[in-house]
């Protein structure tokens, strides 16, 4: 059974520019969520896929959009990126939103200069 | 929102000593309180979770109780050992309509076990 995974594992970018992550479900899984998690701080929920649609988002703004995959699989994109966007970037997945263990992956290291 | 409280921030224990670390949650329609585990460079793990039907569960040297009245939940680990060392996590969600549970998560605590 393949876990989480994401792509790519850092990730350097300048004020202004756009970013996209990538994220692998574990085998199985239907539900991805995306965390921002900031030096220090526990994981901030961003928003969450299931079976293609946006099932629920967290205090982010707009130019934070994902989007899932037939396969799954997930795409979190940034743009006009800021110095506070510097972190973390968490993919998580489950089966069914009705499950509630989540599958962390690695992370993405995102630094914004 | 939900807002959940963590404490301590850092937990330093002798090899072979108890830890226990706290949170507090606001929100009494959370009912199910997860406790992750993230080691250095990795995401966090799930390594024991609690439904608020339960007071008290146990996983060989990892437990966690739950005290619904007081809002509050605690991660009881004995006889640490180095490989305990990690960043610690707790978290309260409830289902968001359709099943769906989104964790709110403490701002962790480091746990550092000395041989």
């Known amino acids: 059974e393949t876990g989480v995974t994401q792509s790519p594992t850092h990730l350097i970018k300048t004020r202004g520019q756009q970013v996209t992550l990538r994220c692998s479900s574990q085998s199985g899984h239907n539900t991805v969520s995306w965390y921002q998690q900031a030096l220090g701080q526990g994981p901030q929920f961003i928003f969450q896929?299931?079976?293609?649609?946006?099932?629920g988002r967290g205090n982010f703004p707009p130019r934070f959009s994902g989007l899932q995959f037939p396969n799954y699989s997930s795409e979190l994109n940034v743009n006009a990126l800021e110095l506070d966007d510097s972190a973390l970037y968490l993919c998580a997945s489950s089966l069914d939103e009705g499950r509630r263990e989540q599958f962390f992956g690695p992370g993405t290291r995102l630094t914004v200069l | 929102g939900e807002n959940v409280e963590q404490h301590p921030s850092t937990l330093s224990v002798q090899e072979g000593d108890s830890a226990v670390i706290k949170c507090t949650y606001s929100d009494s329609a959370s009912n199910y309180f997860p406790w992750y585990k993230q080691e250095l460079g990795k995401g966090p793990q799930l390594i024991i979770d609690i439904r608020s039907n339960v007071g008290e569960k146990k996983d060989q040297r990892i437990a966690v109780t739950l005290n619904k009245t007081a809002k509050h939940f605690s991660l009881h680990i004995t006889e640490t050992q180095p490989e305990d060392s990690a960043v610690y996590f707790c978290a309260a969600s409830r289902d968001q309509g359709g099943g769906s549970y989104i964790p709110t998560f403490g701002r962790g605590t480091s746990l550092i076990v000395h041989p």
């Open positions: 896929y299931y079976r293609e649609e946006e099932n």
